[in-house]
């Protein structure tokens, strides 16, 4: 079968790990991509899930309490103003 050249871009340090991951594993960058080709040609998909980043618990917690804050606002202290907010968290602190 005939070879051709393909040119792709990719960030210069994602590159660099990725050399060094695939060398780890005997082969080269061009090995692996063409192994993720022909993988992906026999399964006529990504040959792997792909997903969005999940958020951690802080930030679905964060997201959960302000659900709650919508939903419930006569639980929670307002305030006139941003400096009588900074006053109360000065205090605290």
Do not use: C, W
């Amino acid at each position: 079968m005939a070879k051709v050249s393909t040119n792709i871009s990719i960030d210069a340090d994602i590159k660099k790990q990725a050399q060094e991951l695939f060398a780890e594993l005997g082969m080269d960058l061009s090995t692996a991509i063409n192994i993720f080709i022909r993988q992906a040609l026999r399964q006529h998909s990504i040959p792997f899930e792909i997903t969005t980043e999940v958020p951690n618990k802080d930030t679905l917690d964060a997201v959960n309490e302000y659900y709650e804050m919508l939903e419930h606002p006569e639980k929670y202290k307002r305030y006139s103003s941003f400096k009588e907010a900074m006053s109360e968290v000065l205090e605290d602190a």
